[in-house]
């Protein structure tokens, strides 16, 4: 199927490592946040969120770590699997819930290397 | 599988002509957000609905405009396509509020090329 990976920034990892995707944010006033996964012809599916009152949030094999200082936001994925090869993005809610409105980073492609 | 389907899969039209896109949700999802994707980038918000309203837009001209069915099904019209319309088209669904966040739904999308 046609990737939505092209042009996009690529962390290649081997199997069983594990792997950390970085995103800035733009808005200091967001407060929602939120990882999704999207794998080649299909539609973004959530992976893990986080709301501005926390700074480390965990899942199965997923942390996601929030930096309100610098805007930062990370997704740490342990002992990554070939299953985890897709495109991530960030997203945040900026306007306090008001709407379901994201606004999505640009994406990482991550390739993971058996 | 999130529970949302979206149809057609694939759509070609050409310049100036006008599309309607559909999204169904899962049973009780009463918002619907509608993203345009286009290839190598982040989905963009175009608009939500929220009980049968408009209640959220983001930067599209008036041309892109949408509907919502007592069903809480929805369509997505463009009138007037152009060139750049060309995008991989998603919609969102959410259940009834519990809170200030609820988790977002996509459907797998409906592909446009517009030649």
């Known amino acids: 199927g046609e990737s939505v990976g092209l042009h996009l920034p690529t962390l290649s990892v081997q199997e069983g490592d594990n792997s950390i995707i970085n995103c800035a944010y733009s808005n200091s006033a967001s407060d929602y946040f939120i990882w999704y996964k999207q794998e080649s012809g299909k539609g973004p599916q959530f992976i893990i969120d986080i709301r501005s009152n926390m700074d480390k949030r965990q899942g199965q094999r997923v942390t996601v770590l929030l930096n309100k200082t610098v805007k930062h936001l990370s997704l740490q994925i342990a002992a990554t699997q070939p299953g985890d090869s897709a495109v991530y993005f960030c997203?945040?809610?900026?306007?306090?819930?008001?709407?379901?409105?994201?606004?999505f980073g640009t994406g990482t492609l991550l390739a993971v290397q058996p | 599988e999130t529970g949302v389907t979206q149809s057609p899969t694939h759509l070609i039209k050409t310049r100036g002509q006008q599309v309607t896109l559909r999204c169904s949700s899962q049973?009780?999802?009463?918002?619907v957000s509608w993203y345009q994707q286009a290839l190598g980038q982040g989905p963009q918000f175009i608009f939500q609905y929220y009980r049968e309203e408009e209640n959220g837009r983001g930067n599209f001209p008036p041309r892109f405009s949408g509907l919502q069915f007592p069903n809480y099904s929805s369509e997505l019209n463009v009138n007037a396509l152009e060139l750049d319309d060309s995008a991989l088209y998603l919609c969102?669904?959410?259940?009834?509020?519990?809170?200030?966040?609820?988790?977002?739904?996509f459907g797998p999308g409906t592909r446009l090329t517009v030649l």
């Open positions: 997203a945040e809610n900026k306007d306090g819930g008001a709407t379901n409105k994201l606004i």
């Open positions: 969102a669904t959410t259940a009834p509020r519990l809170d200030t966040h609820n988790e977002q739904f």
């Open positions: 049973s009780g999802h009463n918002t």
